[in-house]
């Protein structure tokens, strides 16, 4: 039998990684990835002209003030522009959020307790008072990443196992699992 408590992060992995593999989060990246150029771009902006446009207007110097609104503009354009060329520094912290989303809805659904425990014909997840019985001839694939199994049972729907407490007892359940995956 092996036994855990599954985190946001550990299904938030699993959102991430079903990203990935259907593509969804390359579209979505350049997305944030903009997102991310044009804030950037506006706090630099905003950080700029409080320091230097806003002090001259109240001085009552407006030509400066002028001035300093264009290079404020142009400090902006700039940093959002480097932003997105090396990617939106805050691209990665949108994308988690979203995940991070995701597998809180799930783990409200299912609750976070899961043992798993092994026969014959498959296995069986118990969650609190519910069980999912897993037959071998339903599992399509396991993936393996550093931190979790991944065991499919559909195209978008895995048990999702992490490695962190318990390496040794999850990876010998991976490898019974992979021993009964169909050819």
């Not at 092994?118 to 997840?125: E, I, K, P, R």
């Not at 390496?167 to 359940?173: I, M, Q, S, T, V």
Request: hydrophobic letters at 45%.
């Amino acid at each position: 039998m092996l036994e855990f408590t599954l985190t946001q992060a550990d299904l938030a992995a699993f959102a991430a990684h079903q990203a990935r593999e259907n593509g969804e989060e390359a579209a979505r990246t350049g997305r944030l990835r903009l997102a991310s150029a044009w804030l950037v771009g506006v706090a630099g902006y905003l950080v700029v002209v409080l320091l230097t446009t806003v002090p001259l207007l109240l001085n009552g110097q407006l030509l400066w003030a002028g001035i300093g609104e264009l290079v404020t503009i142009a400090f902006g354009l700039t940093l959002g522009v480097l932003d997105w060329r090396k990617g939106g520094v805050l691209t990665t912290p949108l994308l988690a959020r979203r995940y991070l989303s995701r597998a809180r809805g799930a783990l409200a659904a299912t609750g976070a307790e899961r043992r798993f425990s092994l026969d014959d014909a498959g296995f069986t997840v118990a969650s609190g008072a519910r069980s999912t019985r897993v037959a071998w001839d339903t599992v399509r694939r396991i993936v393996e990443t550093p931190d979790h199994y991944f065991i499919y049972t559909g195209p978008s729907e895995a048990h999702v196992i992490p490695r962190r407490s318990r390496e040794a007892e999850a990876k010998a359940f991976a490898e019974i699992v992979r021993e009964h995956l169909q050819p």
